[in-house]
């Protein structure tokens, strides 16, 4: 297993071979991995190889937490080495707030991640990285779903509507006035965290 290169990078848009002892070592990295390496004579990467029997990769990471981060999220099922390093690309931090504080929608703008998914990495690295809000998985069910769909279309985080939504009496209310009152809670609250 390969666990750590060192040496002359060639950098192509998709990943970096990395020049060792005269062999180069073609490494899978993120895109903003690629936009740090771009102009260095000497780079240092941790490495993750994947081996399969029909395929041998490398991915490569500029520090062990984000290959520790990288690990943990492959290690969530259905999760693999390529769609965890698209997650990678929104960086360590969006990430691990993003776990905290159960963004579904965050995971559900990256590429190759559904809604299933997204809920499933909150769930399994919630221990792992720590969480402070729990995951709302029941689907909101008459008015309280017209009302979800258009906070959400509106902009607001899927998860804090949810939560607003366990909050109100929607079904004393009509939808546009539940909705009107949604907006105000949700941007009081947004104005708060700021």
Do not use: W
Not at 41 to 69: A, Q
């Amino acid at each position: 297993m390969i666990a750590f290169l060192s040496g002359k990078p060639m950098i192509t848009s998709t990943f970096v071979a990395v020049v060792c002892g005269g062999v180069g070592y073609e490494v899978k990295v993120t895109q903003s991995s690629i936009r740090q390496l771009v102009g260095k004579i000497e780079v240092e990467l941790f490495i993750y190889s994947h081996i399969k029997e029909d395929c041998f990769d490398l991915y490569g990471f500029l520090t062990e937490n984000e290959r520790s981060l990288f690990l943990k999220l492959i290690g969530v099922d259905g999760v693999g080495p390529k769609t965890a390093l698209g997650i990678m690309d929104a960086g360590i931090d969006g990430i691990v707030h993003a776990v905290q504080h159960a963004d579904v929608s965050f995971f559900q703008k990256l590429p190759r991640v559904g809604k299933k998914s997204a809920q499933k990495i909150i769930i399994e690295l919630k221990n792992k990285l720590g969480g402070t809000q729990e995951l709302e998985l029941a689907e909101p069910q008459g008015k309280a779903k017209e009302v979800v769909e258009a906070l959400v279309t509106l902009g607001f985080n899927e998860q804090q509507v949810l939560k607003l939504t366990k909050e109100l009496d929607i079904e004393a209310m009509r939808v546009e006035d539940a909705v009107k009152k949604g907006i105000q809670q949700l941007t009081i609250h947004s104005y708060e965290t700021k």
